[in-house]
């Protein structure tokens, strides 16, 4: 494990009983290793469908069923941008009003992360999926970066939290638990623990969010997965028995993946992905899985040239045209992606993870909406993996990006759905 080498080096112990009494004995020490651990990928709106909902359906009902202030946590929330999301969302619909209506809190287990996002500086990928109208409206450039507003940065508080170990008799109940995107680096036993922790967080009446993709995989019996304006959600039961979302056709995932391509994807790389060029790598194959790592790790121009280079040797490879395709996506290339996804379906009409990010990209509205070819591309995915639940998609070296259950539950709630006005994200 890279956290435990870098320790390692740091420290010039090589035993671990030696690390551990270390790492107990120095705070300072052990918040930068829980920094390595773990995971911060996150951006500002991400997954907007959900956080529209909260701000313009479900708190405002709340707010008439229970009254001011209403509770809001952000489990897991990393460097700050969920909350600040929030704050932004509800900002937009209320004004001023929203700081006395709300109160919205952060928490994660590494303090290096809620270090940055008290600071509330941002650059780069954090800006990926929001507007530019609000991105001036709510940051303000300094130097390379931007900060964001001092209003929205002291009313969102930030506190440690291990959603393994919560002190639920410290933090209070609140009324939505955001734990988004969280969740996937958890396997069911233990998502089933954490759950129960959250359940002990949530105010009566409250609900849990998770990450869109997460969905099937958190419905765990411990409460309730229900469904408003296409927006899933879990509060407690209020029936005998819960029932599951699903009609059985599809297991729920060990392990799920965020938001399409929004987490890194676990890939079998062989020691030749470890080169910094395809000139370095023995096979074709080993090069292409070096291009899905680089996609992985949001290296999209050095991805995009690997994929360029593998295509002109293969042009008709569907795995290296789907990762071109994706890696085109989040370089805002969105003709350039479709063009990708419709070569890999002509070679591979079974391809149903090009029909689905082809479809993804009309309903998304990264081009000019067309609700015929969205519905066939959903169709497609749902015809496909009806006759097989597990169908590769004609990739032969490469996983799907999404699983095929994920891809079967979001093309069923996205078929007959309006496109959405926002790009990737």
């Not at 004995?25 to 829980?34: G, L, P, V, Y």
């Not at 959603?163 to 396997?187: A, C, H, K, M, W």
């Not at 890939?267 to 395809?278: F, M």
Request: glycine share 6%.
């Amino acid at each position: 494990m890279k956290a435990v080498k870098t320790l390692q080096a740091d420290t010039r112990v090589t035993n671990t009983t030696s690390l551990i009494a270390q790492l107990e004995q120095n705070e300072a020490m052990f918040d930068r290793f829980i920094s390595q651990l773990t995971v911060n990928e996150t951006y500002f709106y991400r997954e907007p469908e959900a956080l529209n909902w909260l701000a313009d359906v479900h708190l405002p009902q709340r707010l008439a069923e229970k009254g001011a202030p209403l509770a809001i946590f952000s489990a897991g929330c990393s460097s700050g941008e969920e909350p600040y999301s929030v704050a932004i969302a509800l900002f937009e619909r209320y004004g001023e009003r929203a700081k006395q209506l709300f109160q919205i809190t952060g928490g994660d287990v590494d303090l290096q992360v809620i270090s940055k996002a008290q600071k509330g500086i941002y650059s780069g990928m954090s800006f990926r999926a929001l507007t530019p109208t609000l991105k001036r409206q709510y940051f303000h450039p300094e130097g390379r970066r931007f900060r964001l507003d001092e209003g929205l940065r002291h009313w969102v508080t930030f506190r440690a939290f291990n959603v393994l170990q919560p002190e639920t008799d410290v933090l209070g109940s609140f009324d939505v638990i955001l734990f988004r995107n969280v969740s996937i680096y958890f396997d069911e036993a233990t998502r089933r623990d954490i759950h129960r922790h959250l359940q002990q967080l949530l105010a009566p009446g409250g609900i849990l969010l998770c990450g869109v993709t997460e969905t099937l995989g958190n419905d765990l019996g411990i409460l309730e997965l229900q469904q408003t304006q296409g927006v899933f959600y879990f509060r407690e039961s209020t029936s005998p028995h819960v029932l599951p979302v699903d009609d059985g056709r599809y297991e729920k995932h060990d392990q799920l993946p965020g938001p399409l391509l929004e987490q890194p994807v676990v890939i079998p790389v062989t020691e030749h992905a470890d080169s910094p060029s395809s000139s370095e790598a023995t096979s074709f194959d080993d090069a292409l899985l070096y291009a899905h790592q680089l996609l992985n790790q949001n290296a999209f121009s050095e991805a995009a040239a690997l994929l360029d280079d593998l295509l002109a040797r293969q042009p008709w490879s569907v795995d290296a045209l789907l990762l071109a395709g994706i890696v085109a996506r989040w370089q805002h290339k969105f003709e350039e992606a479709y063009d990708c996804f419709k070569r890999a379906i002509y070679v591979a009409p079974e391809c149903w993870p090009a029909h689905f990010f082809q479809a993804e990209i009309c309903r998304l509205g990264e081009l000019t909406d067309a609700p015929a070819q969205r519905q066939r591309g959903y169709t497609a995915v749902i015809r496909l993996l009806e006759a097989s639940k597990q169908a590769d998609g004609g990739l032969s070296v490469i996983t799907s990006p999404i699983p095929p259950g994920d891809a079967y539950f979001l093309a069923t709630r996205y078929l007959d759905t309006q496109p959405a006005t926002q790009g990737v994200g």
